[in-house]
C-alpha cells in the first residue's frame, strides 16, 4: 500500500485536501480510495502515516484551526 497526501486539493472544499490510497501490484501503483476530511479542515493530508502492515492511516491537516487556536490541525 501507498498512501500520498494533498494537502491543497480541492476535491472536497477549497484547500481542504485529501489522501490518495494505492495498491501496488506488479509494481504499478493502482488507486483504491480518495479520504477526505471529515469535516471543515484546511491542509487535510500533511502528515500521512500508513502502518508497516498497510492496514492503518493516520493523517493530519496542518492548517485546520480547532478550538480558536491556528494550526492546532
Same mark, same amino acid.
Given at each position: 500500500?501507498? @498512501? ?10 477549497? %484547500? *481542504? ?22 469535516? %471543515?479542515?484546511? @491542509? ?6 500508513? *502502518? %508497516? %502492515?498497510?492496514?492503518?492511516? @493516520? ?8 478550538? *480558536?487556536?491556528?494550526? @492546532?490541525?
Amino acid at each position: 500500500m501507498l @498512501a500520498v497526501g494533498s494537502p491543497f486539493e480541492h476535491r472536497f472544499g477549497v %484547500d *481542504s485536501g485529501a489522501v490518495h490510497v494505492y495498491r501496488i501490484a506488479g509494481g504499478v501503483p493502482i488507486l483504491e480510495t480518495v479520504v477526505g476530511p471529515g469535516e %471543515d479542515s484546511t @491542509a487535510y493530508g500533511l502528515p500521512v502515516h500508513l *502502518s %508497516d %502492515d498497510g492496514q492503518r492511516l @493516520a493523517t493530519g491537516a496542518y492548517l485546520t484551526d480547532a478550538d *480558536s487556536g491556528p494550526r @492546532a490541525g
